[in-house]
Nanobody, 122 residues
């Protein structure tokens, strides 16, 4: 599976941004999709994930209520809608895929996109 993330950029505190991740695969519905991020100087961390149908989602506590993960299986694309952005959301954001159910661990995801930078300024 090849993943291509896009949509990052510079946004002011309180603003919104939508990230997209396009997957090159004929079996997109076989994969649980996740978003992770790496803030400056820290390790990669879990943000959100959803299973193949899009009905079950899991969020990190730090983004719950502000971010929404969704997928369009007809377009082989997963999205991360980010609202009420804070400076601490500044990071490189990565999409990832795994077979099987939702997991929060970086190590559980096999396929990764290249990352897209999100910078939130005050």
């Amino acid at each position: 599976v090849q993943l291509q993330a896009s949509g990052g950029g510079l946004v002011q505190t309180g603003g919104s941004l939508r990230l997209s991740c396009a997957a090159s695969t004929r079996t997109f519905t076989s994969y649980t999709m996740g978003w992770f991020r790496r803030p400056p100087g820290t390790e990669r961390e879990f943000v959100a994930a959803l299973e193949w149908s899009g009905r079950r989602t899991v969020y990190a506590d730090s983004v719950r209520g502000r971010f929404t993960i969704s997928r369009d299986n007809a377009k082989n694309t997963v999205y991360l809608q980010m609202s009420s952005l804070k400076s601490e959301d500044t990071a490189v954001y990565y999409c990832a895929a795994r077979e099987g159910g939702i997991r929060r661990s970086v190590d559980e995801y096999i396929w990764w996109g290249q990352g897209t930078q999100v910078t939130v300024s005050s």
